[in-house]
């Protein structure tokens, strides 16, 4: 197994091996950019990738991306089209998993891009909504990535902008969301899966050099365990490989 590679390594890595082969993927921005190159490159050769800028692509660029709307994004895709046309496709039901990240999750999978504070005078205010939303509330499953504060992983937050679970058990099924919630979060510490009726999300995995003891101090509420939770496995050479393809600048990776 390698042994030198960085955080954001091993979160690219343990992303994409949330995808599976053949499936649609809404690929989102930053990290997931990568990600979804590394799982072509590797296990899955025939998923697809869509990005909500209109781009549709059978493998990834051909150059580096910076953002999902970057020219070589465009070169030699499978579809070129709008924003409405690739968004239709979370209602027909047709994207298996979406990556979308936040500023604060809780322990339900509840995402907030809004704002924190009170909504009148909020404390901060965020980039809003985008296209998160439909995602969350349409895609099969939901993929999180983010880094593992204490801020950031609170028992509520402040503002829903993209559902959960709601809170929890089966609110999400009666709220009428057609899609599944979130299915992982990945963050710089640990994995975290719902888990039990409640859908309460709870540690699955730790990432080396990590304890379970640093996790539960850097996060906002009781943070359950799941029965086999296990150390993340390292990233392979292989894996390590690909990444190194798809950025080759380490760019998003370092």
């Given at each position: 197994m390698p042994e030198n590679y960085s955080t954001?390594?091993?979160?690219?890595?343990?992303?994409?091996?949330?995808?599976?082969?053949?499936?649609?993927?809404?690929?989102?921005?930053?990290?997931?950019?990568?990600?979804?190159?590394?799982?072509?490159?590797?296990?899955?050769?025939?998923?697809?990738?869509?990005?909500?800028?209109?781009v549709s692509r059978y493998e990834p660029a051909k150059d580096m991306l910076y953002t999902m709307c970057d020219g070589p994004?465009?070169?030699?895709?499978?579809?070129?089209?709008?924003?409405?046309q690739i968004m239709g496709l979370l209602s027909g039901g047709r994207v298996h998993a979406g990556f979308i990240g936040g500023a604060e999750i809780d322990r339900y999978g509840n995402i907030n891009t809004s704002y924190i504070g009170d909504f009148d005078d909020p404390d901060v205010?965020?980039?809003?909504?985008?296209?998160?939303?439909?995602?969350?509330?349409?895609a099969e499953r939901l993929i999180v990535i983010m880094n593992h504060k204490k801020h950031r992983l609170v028992k509520k937050v402040d503002y829903i902008t993209s559902p959960g679970f709601l809170g929890g058990g089966n609110e999400r099924k009666m709220a009428g969301l057609i899609g599944g919630g979130p299915a992982v979060v990945?963050?710089?510490?640990?994995?975290?899966?719902?888990?039990g009726p409640e859908?309460?999300?709870?540690?699955?995995?730790?990432?080396p050099n990590h304890t379970v003891q640093e996790i539960l101090k850097n996060t906002g509420w009781d943070l359950k365990?799941?029965?086999?939770?296990?150390?993340?496995a390292s990233p392979t050479k292989v894996e390590l490989e690909a990444l190194h393809q798809i950025d080759k600048d380490g760019f998003w990776r370092t």
């Open positions: 954001q390594e091993l979160m690219i890595i343990a992303a994409a091996r949330e995808i599976n082969d053949y499936e649609r993927i809404f690929v989102g921005m930053r990290l997931p950019i990568t990600a979804y190159g590394v799982a072509r490159l590797t296990h899955a050769p025939n998923a697809v990738g869509l990005f909500e800028s209109g994004n465009q070169l030699g895709a499978a579809w070129t089209t709008g924003l409405i205010k965020l980039p809003g909504s985008g296209g998160a939303p439909d995602i969350a509330s349409m990945i963050t710089d510490r640990a994995i975290l899966r719902p888990y859908n309460e999300l709870h540690l699955a995995a730790y990432h365990s799941i029965p086999d939770v296990h150390e993340t």
